[in-house]
């Protein structure tokens, strides 16, 4: 680890993630047509984004930068899998992946944590014994939306508040299980061919992950917060169905078990996915 590396994790350490994360979502969320106009231009001029990509060109269709840091894309624009195949759940980075091993130890950039560190709780333990995961990093200039990998019912959702560490390669390498600390919601499916969850994990800015479901989802308190759907409405996604977004970069990681063949070994650390395309076959 370099200097700078130190010198970031410190920081973050002291930081108040939460308190930063409110005063920056203020902004995001300012409808003065200047200003966020400024932040937008200034965001795709500094990231170099794809308007040729995005549904909306306009920045005067967006009320505020977050709407458009949560931009649509084309439709059509990202093909989808299709059945049989693991679908890639958003575009990002490969920051690690592979099989669990027989005590159920996740490994990301040379740190080991627990499925139930991950998922706060220790109920599915059982379930992905011997599975497999892939942990996706988005980046600021990527799409924020997240899609559901491949067919299946939302039966149980958890929030978990965590630290918001910013998560990029000196938080990875720096502090110990940083995906296991940071806030994070986790949804757990039933597909046709048995059970998958999709890990939603907020960083440094984030502090407001949204579902299609809940909304915005900023529960009071500072506890674990879980919803239950066995029973009530059911709540089904087709591959390549929103399941939620961003307010600002972050990570997904997809978690499968045993039964289904697993991840494709050419998706390794540092590989580029799109939303959509085939990460493994079921």
């Not at 973050?12 to 200047?34: M, N």
């Not at 106009?37 to 549904?55: C, G, P, T, Y």
């Not at 499968?256 to 395309?277: A, C, E, N, R």
Request: with cysteine.
């Amino acid at each position: 680890m370099n200097l700078m590396q130190n010198l970031n994790t410190l920081i973050q350490y002291g930081l108040p993630g939460h308190t930063i994360s409110r005063v920056l979502g203020k902004l995001a969320f300012c409808e003065i047509p200047k200003v966020k106009n400024f932040l937008i231009q200034q965001f795709i001029h500094r990231f170099k984004i794809q308007m040729d990509e995005v549904a909306e060109p306009s920045l005067d269709a967006y009320i505020h930068f977050n709407a458009f840091f949560t931009r649509a894309l084309k439709e059509g624009i990202r093909p989808l899998a299709g059945h049989g195949h693991i679908a890639s759940p958003a575009d990002g980075t490969v920051f690690g992946g592979g099989s669990l091993s027989h005590d159920v130890r996740l490994t990301a950039k040379g740190h080991h944590f627990s499925l139930p560190e991950l998922f706060g709780q220790s109920e599915y333990d059982m379930a992905y014994q011997e599975g497999h995961y892939l942990t996706i990093y988005l980046s600021p200039r990527d799409y924020h939306r997240v899609h559901c990998p491949m067919d299946g019912e939302l039966k149980h959702m958890v929030h978990v508040p965590g630290r918001l560490f910013s998560v990029n390669e000196s938080t990875t390498t720096s502090i110990p299980a940083v995906f296991a600390r940071n806030e994070r919601v986790i949804m757990h499916f039933k597909g046709k061919n048995g059970p998958f969850s999709v890990v939603l994990i907020g960083a440094m800015l984030v502090a407001s992950i949204e579902t299609p479901i809940s909304g915005l989802v900023t529960p009071p308190g500072r506890g674990i917060t879980e919803w239950s759907y066995h029973r009530g409405t059911h709540h089904k996604f087709i591959q390549g169905d929103e399941i939620g977004r961003f307010q600002y970069g972050s990570t997904v990681i997809v978690v499968i078990p045993k039964s289904k063949k697993g991840f494709s070994s050419d998706i390794s650390h540092g590989y580029t996915v799109k939303l959509g395309q085939s990460l493994g076959q079921l």
